[in-house]
């Protein structure tokens, strides 16, 4: 007994969009050659092509402008650099320059610290009598501090050097990384030997705001 295959039945046919296409065309064809014969003139291949175009073109919407999100640019200020602060020139800058060349923050408590302590090793209005604000015997030849800088800014390089070298100012480090309250930083300098009389214990130690004075570009190597 034979067997018969079953076929499985036969998909739907959809039209092709080009068969649509085609039979627009056709249609547009037939009724131009219509309306030759009925005495209208018959169009160009340009005129022909244009009116096709028209008819096939599908609209193409887009997203309003308006409707995008604008990106906001921030804007970043520059950081103050070495330059910033020497042209500065001022006792201010030379404790900011320290700071900065030590990779300490550059906070407000710092600064004074380092300010009242300039103070306490020179003269205010002559901080920078041999170009050693701090009194740093660190690299500037005289061992008790005694020692002259070529410049400003070398004696600022020392300085920051000095204290991240030396390990008896490591309470003095700690305290400035951490921008410590004036008080705690300042009593670490007391009593790290920094001065041998360690300011008398603090109580030479002057809390006097100190006033911005600008130093003779000379010093600065200027």
């Known amino acids: ?19 649509t296409t085609r039979t ?17 003139s018959t169009p ?24 995008l999100p604008i990106a906001e640019r921030h804007d970043f200020g520059a950081t103050p650099g070495y330059e910033t602060f020497i042209a500065g020139g001022t006792n201010h800058d030379w404790a900011k320059l320290v700071l900065l060349m030590g990779d300490f923050p550059l906070t407000d408590s710092n600064v004074t610290v380092v300010t009242r302590w300039m103070r ?7 901080w920078w009598t041999r170009n050693n604000p701090l009194n740093n015997g660190w690299g500037s030849g005289g061992g008790g501090g005694t020692g002259r800088y070529a410049t400003l800014v070398d004696a ?14 490591s309470e003095i480090v700690a305290t400035l990384r951490a921008s410590a309250p004036t008080a705690e930083v300042e ?11 360690m300011y008398n214990n603090g109580a030479h130690w002057s809390y006097v705001d100190v006033p911005v004075i600008e130093a003779p570009p000379s010093a600065w190597g200027r």
Do not use: C
């Open 1 to 19: 007994m034979s067997k018969h295959r079953r076929h499985a039945p036969r998909a739907p046919y959809r039209r092709h969009a080009w068969s």
């Open 24 to 40: 627009v065309f056709t249609s547009m064809i037939a009724g131009l050659v219509l309306m030759a014969s009925l005495g209208f």
């Open 44 to 67: 160009t291949r340009e005129e022909l092509f244009a009116e096709y175009v028209d008819e096939a073109s599908q609209p193409l919407v887009t997203a309003a402008v308006d409707a």
């Open 120 to 126: 306490q090793e020179n003269y205010v209005d002559a």
């Open 156 to 169: 600022a390089e020392n300085a920051a050097e000095a204290l991240n070298t030396l390990g008896r100012y």
């Open 187 to 197: 009593r670490a300098i007391w009593f790290s030997g920094w001065a041998t009389g």
